[in-house]
């Protein structure tokens, strides 16, 4: 009882707690109405529609097209609160759904369902004109963004046109270089990659059972390996452990003591951003559950079969999943070619208005920006997170907002300054760590109350009533029947 | 009021509602129990089950191996009851799941989700060996089955003995031959094809909407066609207009009215189990709907875009589902070689018992067993339905009971007699039909309350807790919020 007030205390002296209930009144007013309806109903709205699609849709829209490529937690949070009555506002993004990443290692072992963690596009942007495309290239003379369509096998190409382009694309899991893990690696940045992981487990535990696998296949077969340390590794580490233990541990006893699961970190520690008190104790606990953790290791390459580990040989595997750093992606590697680059030469260099730097005279673009992981700050490097990108998503709803109200005028927006909510990660068996100390230096919390605080964080954050409903209710019939193991 | 009593007065004088009461208590006689387990606790169990492993598992098993080959209506049913005292169960098949079928239909628009209408091989089964393969021949001279391996890219080919065989392979979808029907048409018979029509409805609205498409195109997208009138047929065209007109309606306002929806039969009508005032009332709701229904019409080939109507040309579609009859699968048709086929050389004959019949002398096989859609009795037709293969697999459940307890000995079994429980089939808008007049003349009912009686019929004959939770609370929030659009 006393240490729940204290932690409580905690919180309420940083900016967290306040945040948070920020956050959560906000989703409160984004409730979707509830409504029936028929074909009927929909001819007067038809006529208006078929109206926007013939080019008139910038009546009484001052400021013009405002293009938004991405529909990650940049692009999607930016559609989802932009002001329709200044921008006509068009999307462009090879998917058709946001992502909640945060909950997206729990789904890849079925703690939550797939859908649980997505937020259909179109359902919270009815005045918004949605293409499912990727955007190739931009030319910012012509204002014109050149797309290819991620439907029909991806062979229809277009182009639209743009008044203000926001940039917020993300940015692709990066390999290094090394060889074979584009080919047998799985990553975890979508739901396709959450349902082949899925996939993976399960068949890893079936081949296992086969008739004609040989005892000494078998260890290989059922060993989990995961590559990166950081906060994704070790909450898929953390999260595959549960399914393993709680789930396929009943219906494979005979296969559960083969089973080995690693954690490769070319690093000197995991969770480097982490506190070393909290660093140290996810370590006990990994360890204690049996979970290897190879740090300063240098994975030099992947063949179907085999990690080949640095002065270490061979070592067979089941599933390897990537979770390291990031690297560009082909628009932002095309936009290169004019735009200026932060030092990694990955990410597009910003001012602090967000606007992307023009590499003729080193000025910024008036109306292209960029946010997300796609871009940094120019001398004010953040991480690249879903936090940041959403507080800067933010802050430039509030400032193309600004701007619309000044008549075009960029005379009041404000600079973006970033704050510090903290970090949380989980780390198996209802237990997670809550890393705070950037605001306080004491702000820590780690065990059973971090992993409550975790959860009621991340369900305070979902966005869709739907999703309010779905997630606590998947996460009470996984404790009370487990995880699902049909593989489809 | 009195409609209901009079209703229930009906039900009550059949003998459907004293089988549903039957399958009700069974149902609640399978509730999984709810454990939680670690490592330590399965030392033990692991003991015990690499002993298994070695081939000690017939040990007290009086009556040795019982292989079921497949796990859909009749394998499910048979694994999930068999008493495992007398017999080591094997259980091979492709997929590790069962497929509630007669709510695949719903699952393939969201109206539920694909999880709730699975339910895993292994968990209803910890005593029984399940293999993920398919069964590709069997040898009945030596007692063993090929079978390849479902993983690792089909390459793994192995062989098993077994003491007594259950095939239970069903059948595949028919094509007749139709040239492109098997490159370009959807199925409804897995998750797969269900998660494949899914993705596709939505494609079909989100090509429509990308800038390149020409106004000529639009409605050729978004002509839905349904080719087979029986209940498959019907029941997924209603549930894809409950989509179309709940959901899709409302995201894509300026394109619901180039919407358009046909069902194409050869036969001179649609719903031909049905009773004639049943039928009637079908295809007055279908007009009414805007459902096209185009009997007498042979299609005689498929492209990419068109259908290819004999006297009638092509005709354009965006999705095109195929719901006719059904055809062996590689099995059967392999043990054509020495097991006889009934007369449409699809099925295998069984006697009352459903022993197959050797080729040689026309004899029953004695430890050969064939139930579900690949069999069919001599001289006692029956359709090719979910109702027919569950009450053959009871039946030979307790055929097989009564064999081991009487020491091996066929003298006590009891031939095969179908009930017949009428049949049900979903219109659309909360509407569906029921038809018992096989056992009573006016034993029939349409409309609301017979989509309430449909509804809670198949959430009776559901199995497992987690669904009997899961599927009702997607009924609600789907009534409530629409059904999710996120294609993935």
Known sequence: MNKTRLFQ????RTKYHEALLTMQSMNLLTIPTIKKTSYDAFISQTASSIMLRRGMTSLGKTQGKLVILGSGWAG????????????????????????????LASSSVGTLEFRCVVEPVRRYSPKIQYYQAYADSVDIKKQTIHCTSNLNNKKDKFTIQYDTLVVA????????????VGDYALFLKDISDARKIRQRVIECFELASQPNVTKEEIPGLLHFAVVG??????EFSAELHDFITQDMARLYPDLINLVTMTVYDVAPQILGSFDQSLRDYAIKKFTRKGIQIRTGTLVEAVNERHLVIKDNGNVSYGMLVWATGLTDNPLTRAMGEYIIKDQSAKRLLTDNYFRVLSKDDGMPVNNVYAIGDCASIKDYDLPATAQVANQKAMHLRKSLTRIAKDGGSFENVKPFKFTNLGSMVYIGEQKAMVDLTSTNVKAK????????????????????????????MYWILTWFFGRDVSKF
């Not at 694309?169 to 060889?179: K, L």
């Not at 340390?229 to 070790?234: F, L, Y």
Request: proline share 6%.
């Open 445 to 472: 919390e780690r065990g059973t109350l971090a992993w409550i605080f975790w959860r009621s964080s991340y369900f305070t954050m979902t966005i869709s009533l739907r999703n309010k409903i779905l997630i606590p």
């Open 76 to 103: 999607f949070k930016l559609l989802k609160d932009i002001d329709t009555r200044h921008y006509e506002v068009i999307v462009v993004s090879p998917r058709n759904y946001f992502v909640f990443t945060p909950l």
């Open 169 to 180: 694309v993300g940015a692709n899991s990066n390999t290094f270089g090394i060889p074979g």
């Open 9 to 12: 205390q905690k919180f309420f």
């Open 229 to 234: 340390g950081g906060p994704t590794g070790v």
